[in-house]
């Protein structure tokens, strides 16, 4: 599906992905509201609407305005939610609540990225406790999320520091290509929603996944690729995980000693056997 050669004289090149409905088949956040029932954050009550908010959602019927509301609510739940409980909960429950939510398709699509020499990165309006960990499960090398102001008793206030929604999720690529070199033009970028066209439009290779009805339209009128993402699958199910550079380099090197090792073997016993 992409090139997988790149031309490393040439400026970094980066793939941003959304990730409720692009990377993963549900909204992060809410996925993990009956693990906060059960950690004693928030009531049944609480759980009833998050499961109402997230069958809008996934039904598609989000709008701004509505996303903008969920947000509010959101904000005034975690009130006074200690934060290191809150990561404790994430991490005891991602492998259950998230690894079976991964689309195949995007798995697929970071590794080819990565091979390419592409980072990646998560631009999520999640939060960023629960959307860091989230990255680091499917390897990504950089994340972009919603962070809450955190009190001095390590609570949220309530109050949002940066919220990671709209215009700002292109802001926020603009301010990482500066800082780490990334040509824009050579960065791909991956979305669900309408409300991530500012995105989509400051890279030169957009990608519409699984797109709202506004997005799909924009898509066919500017000529974008829509991908439908429809095989969520474990991570560990799959026949490779999402590569590091790094990683891929090591094992480059390594099979580089094996075969130096198998030939040196081979050499010694002809010249013993001789």
Partial sequence: MLGLVENHSLPRAAAFFDLDKTVIAKSSTLTFSKSFYQGG?????????????????????????????????????????????????????????????????????????????????????????????????????????????????GCFTGEVEYYAYGPTKAEAIRELADSEGYDLARCHAYSDSVTDLPMLEAVGYPYAVNPDRALRREALARGWRILDFSHPVRLKQRLSVPPRPALVAAAAIGAAAATAGLVWYATRRRVATA
């Fill in 41 to 153: 954050l928030i009531n049944r009550r609480a759980v009833l609407h998050t499961a109402y908010a997230q069958f809008v959602f996934l039904a598609g019927g989000a709008d701004h305005d509505q996303m903008e509301r969920m947000r509010a609510y959101l904000s005034a739940l975690c009130r006074g939610w200690n934060v290191e409980q809150v990561k404790e909960i994430v991490a005891e429950t991602l492998h259950d609540l998230i690894d079976p939510i991964i689309y195949d398709e995007a798995a697929s699509l970071i590794e080819e990225h990565h091979l390419a020499g592409r980072d990646v990165v998560i631009v999520s309006t999640s939060g960023a406790e629960v959307v860091e960990p989230i990255g680091e499960l499917l390897g990504a090398d950089r994340v972009v999320a919603t962070r809450m102001v955190v009190g001095d008793d």
